[in-house]
């Protein structure tokens, strides 16, 4: 067993083209479970896939540039942020965006009676029916618990991750074994919050009346005077709480800030000012389909946590398993 309660695993992934020697066990274990990750869940037909941000999905991109040309050319590839697309233009792969997804069934215009719908806001031009989905999305995380529940947003990119997990048929999570904890926020320490600038203060004060003891608003360091500021123009508030506990658990002391995963979740949506929350939680988007729902999910179908001799386990809805 690991550290953070990882069974060791029995294989490697395949062993990639250039010579690993000069990366560091933990660079190796990223990228190892960045390949086994690819070669796992990337549909041989895929149109549309999702890129997220992060030091991992660095070897995501090298893992899915190395299938060659003639795979990669026939698909658009998403980014979350702006790292991602860079990522994603040095590597020599078609650009796309999540705004530019089109309507699986788009009705032409009748400019006799649509175009007054269309000119006064009452009809979106051509876009009826349902939009199409990215096929997968791969992304890093933060810390991921035992349920798949993820914390996310340590690059400020939490907003247009969640956008994206949650347009993908099915979103996969790639990290080392650090990042694998029982209990969110055991060893990350805050819940990345993006709020809309002006509400900083209001939401800092909400944030203590519901247990946490000092949140802050992100500053930018020495490279940066004043905040961070997300691709979306907007702040980052980074929460302390208790780990959060599962459904499963006893219920949590709200005079000691404790929390349930999916309740502080949903209360952190509730606050005014608030853009999106860290905090990836509920379906995953095979569950959501499964309920015949339109969207993808905010939980991964699967966690791949790279070990430190090369391995990598893998978390699923069945478990931890090799």
């Known amino acids: 067993m690991t550290s953070a309660g990882l069974p060791a695993a029995t294989h490697a992934p395949p062993a990639a083209h250039h010579d690993e020697a000069l990366l560091s066990p933990i660079e190796r274990a990223k990228r190892q479970a960045s390949f ?10 895929a149109r549309y896939v999702g890129i997220g941000s992060g030091s991992t999905v660095v070897y995501v991109v090298e893992a899915i540039a190395a299938m060659g040309v003639e795979v990669t050319s026939r698909i658009l590839f998403v ?15 078609p650009l796309g965006g999540i705004d530019s997804l ?21 009809q979106d031009m051509a876009l009826q029916g349902k939009r199409l989905m990215l096929d997968v999305a791969f992304d890093g995380a933060d810390e991921v618990d035992e349920q798949r529940n993820c914390i996310k ?8 991750e969640k956008l994206v997990a949650t347009s993908a048929r099915k979103f996969v999570c790639v990290a080392d074994h650090r990042k694998f904890q029982t209990r969110l926020l055991s060893k990350w320490p805050t819940v990345p ?7 900083a203060p209001t939401v800092i004060r909400t944030l203590r009346t519901l247990g946490s003891p000092a949140p802050f608003l992100r500053l930018g360091g020495s490279a940066k005077a004043g905040p961070i500021v997300t691709d979306n123009g907007n702040f980052i508030i980074d929460a302390p709480f208790p780990p959060l506990r599962l459904p499963s658990d006893a219920a949590p002391d709200p005079s000691k800030g404790e929390w349930e995963v999916g ?12 853009v999106e929350t860290g905090i990836f939680w509920g379906r995953d988007g095979a569950e959501v389909a499964q309920a015949g729902e339109e969207g993808g999910g905010q939980k991964p179908v699967a966690a791949y946590f790279g070990l430190e001799g090369g391995e990598v386990v893998v978390l699923d809805k069945g478990g931890v398993r090799s």
């Open 36 to 45: 086994r990750a690819v070669h796992d869940h990337f549909p041989p037909d």
């Open 79 to 93: 980014p979350t942020g702006f790292q991602s697309r860079e990522l994603i233009v040095e590597a020599g792969l």
């Open 102 to 122: 089109v309507p699986t069934q788009a009705t032409q215009l009748k400019m006799s009676a649509d175009a007054v719908r269309v000119a006064t806001g009452q």
């Open 153 to 160: 947003g340590g690059g400020a990119c939490l907003f247009q």
């Open 193 to 199: 919050i993006e709020i809309v600038p002006p509400s």
């Open 263 to 274: 309740a502080l979740a949903r209360r952190l949506k509730e606050i005014v000012g608030v």
